[in-house]
């Protein structure tokens, strides 16, 4: 293990990657929830209010866990 080099270079670039990739889901998962939340206050509208509850904390729970796994 002792001789084992690495690449600073390739490592920074390796870990700029990630994290833009993390940015890039974090905002696409942002445009989700904006998304979510009209197809929620609609079905509320529609007196469909027990259901699209269900769905948002379900959907919201699954996307802070997907985020959470990113950073």
Not at 3 to 30: G, H, M, P, Q, R
Not at 36 to 42: K, N
């Amino acid at each position: 293990m002792s001789n084992l080099k690495f690449d600073e270079n390739y490592i920074n670039e390796v870990v700029k990657f990630n994290s833009e990739c993390a940015a890039e889901l974090e905002d696409i998962f942002t445009e989700y929830q904006k998304i979510l939340d009209e197809v929620i206050r609609s079905a509320i509208k529609e007196g469909k209010t027990a259901n699209s509850l269900k769905l948002y904390k379900s959907c919201t729970r699954k996307m802070n866990g997907q985020i959470d796994s990113l950073t």
